[in-house]
């Protein structure tokens, strides 16, 4: 799915408009009713108290269509203008004076510096915030500040047209009370970054796509910088296998890494290279590693470094389709002379992680030897030590696609909705679970990619296609172990079953059959 920007949705209304022959206005309506049918079909006439604050904008002229169709309609609605300006919108304008002809009881106006005394919102009550969209570009006065405040003290239910209030679709939040926190938000037909990041995600617990009927060929035909994949972006990834394939065709994977103690993190990730379709996986370890991973995978071929106890001198016969390197590597100092010394003769794809991060984040001058479009996945502080502090997760983002650009890398930020970065562009996944926060989830991820480049997809599909099994797999395992207990290993278990979800239909709804009488 596409996340549009906001400067890309003002240009989508305005093309919408001339192409369907319709006015802003009308367009406004359209997207008042979606939200109004979207209520009505969860309430089904409930005489639950709805407030409903407006600003003076064009949010605030949605939030006055849905109440005119809820007063229509017999809802218990009470409807409040946020009157902080004399900046009126034109539709807003429009749309007051068409709710003051539906009804008696006229919105009632709040002026800045009014007292709330007179608003009284129980806690089982539904707010609705129309108070500021996505063209907000400067912080809410203390007043409306106050306000926002009283809502959530109130506990009630609020539902945030197009965005919670107060927060800013490019930039970052400076004061967390400026901002609505929203129980759901219902964007208009495109989910916003600001949803999927770490420290804007909190603002609203969930969030909606309602269709308002934008022009559908701009909606095809315009280009990103965000998507957000789910199984129907990775299904079209999907490589099938010809029935007289052998294993000779899926790819000879290599994963270099392990030290004393560590030798768990290539157990993890050759399994995972396996399960996720690579024809062969051999490990390079050191010799200590030797007979423990043997008998724990027997599908995974060995080769062991001369040195016991970490890598000291990569050398292998083999010729392997990629390489996944880093895991449980250490840093001790042959061991990162071994990493450099393999980079400078090296031509053969890369998945990096961990301590190869570490080594690369400490040694920069190596990232120009990478080859082209290695796939490096860290984790946050990995990720600071390869590109620098940041201020905010916007800048963290534009950091990372300069990264990206510099180096000819893909990095694939991992977190709640880990984001896979190339270049501009930028892919946010939706599969996942806090139980996959949990020792060697990373190195399952690591094999994940591995494996299906083996299989000969490309490094950006690889990484996006693996993020999402990655994560799906997590929740399949999390049904049977829960957050607490759900272990990497769970992880590798359920590869198998998410390949296979990607094919399930949506179960069909069954009708209960009524009681046969006697």
């Known amino acids: ?100 002809n539906v009804t008696k009881d006229w919105p009632k106006m709040l002026s800045c510096g009014a007292d709330f005394s007179e608003i009284v919102i129980d806690e089982k009550d539904i707010i609705v915030d129309a108070v500021f969209g996505i063209g907000l570009n400067r912080p809410p006065n203390d007043w409306v500040i106050e306000l926002f405040q009283k809502w959530r003290a109130s506990k009630a239910f609020t539902l945030s047209i197009d965005v919670p209030s107060g927060l800013y679709t490019d930039q970052a939040v400076e004061d967390e009370n400026a901002v609505v926190h929203a129980g759901y938000t219902l964007s208009f037909q495109s989910p916003k970054l600001v949803f999927f990041l770490p420290e804007t995600a909190k603002y609203t617990v969930q969030w909606e796509v309602l269709d308002i009927g934008i022009d559908r060929d701009y909606l095809m035909q315009t280009e990103t910088e965000v998507e957000l994949i789910s199984k129907f972006e990775v299904l ?124 690369l984040a400490q040694k920069k001058a190596l990232l120009k030897l990478l080859p082209e479009q290695s796939v490096l996945t860290p984790h946050p502080k990995e990720l600071e030590r390869l590109i620098g502090k940041w201020s905010h997760d916007f800048d963290k983002l534009k950091k990372a696609k300069a990264f990206s650009s510099k180096y000819n890398v893909i990095i694939v930020i991992k977190g709640a909705h880990s984001i896979t970065v190339y270049q501009d562009k930028q892919y946010i996944n939706t599969t996942g679970n806090p139980g996959m926060a949990t020792a060697g989830s990373g190195d399952v991820l690591t094999g994940i990619i591995t494996g299906l480049i083996a299989q000969k997809y490309d490094p950006l599909a690889a990484s996006i296609f693996g993020v999402y099994l990655h994560g799906k797999s997590g929740d399949i395992a999390l049904e049977d172990f829960g957050y607490q207990s759900l272990i990497a290993s769970h992880i590798i278990e359920t590869i198998g079953e998410a390949f296979i979800d990607l094919f399930k239909q949506p179960e069909e709804p069954q009708n209960e059959q009524e009681p046969k009488e006697e």
Request: net charge neutral; proline share 3%; glycine share 10%.
């Open 1 to 100: 799915m596409k996340v549009f920007s906001k400067e890309q949705i003002y240009q989508g209304d305005k093309l919408t408009t001339e192409r369907q022959n319709i006015s802003s206005t009308d367009l406004m309506e359209r997207a008042g009713t979606q939200i109004f049918n979207w209520m009505h079909m969860r309430m089904q006439g409930a005489q639950v108290p709805i407030h409903i604050f407006c600003g003076i904008g064009n949010n605030g002229g949605d939030g006055l269509v849905l109440g005119r169709h809820l007063l229509t309609h017999g809802y218990n609605v009470i409807t409040y203008i946020v009157n902080c300006s004399d900046k009126r919108s034109k539709d807003f304008l429009i749309n007051y004076d068409r709710i003051k």
């Open 236 to 359: 079209p990834l999907y490589k099938p296998r010809e029935k007289f394939s052998h294993k000779g065709d899926f790819g000879h994977a290599l994963i270099i890494g392990g030290s004393h103690g560590k030798i768990g993190a290539v157990n993890l990730t050759s399994r995972a290279t396996l399960s996720a379709g690579a024809g062969l996986v051999t490990a390079y370890i050191p010799e200590c590693g030797y007979n423990s991973l043997q008998a724990a995978v027997p599908e995974v071929m060995v080769i062991t470094d001369k040195n016991d106890k970490h890598i000291s001198d990569i050398q292998f016969e083999i010729e392997p389709t990629v390489i996944g390197i880093g895991i449980g590597l250490g840093l001790a100092g042959d061991s990162v002379l071994a990493f450099e010394t393999f980079l400078k003769k090296n031509k053969t794809p890369l998945v990096i992680d961990a301590d190869a991060l570490n080594i």
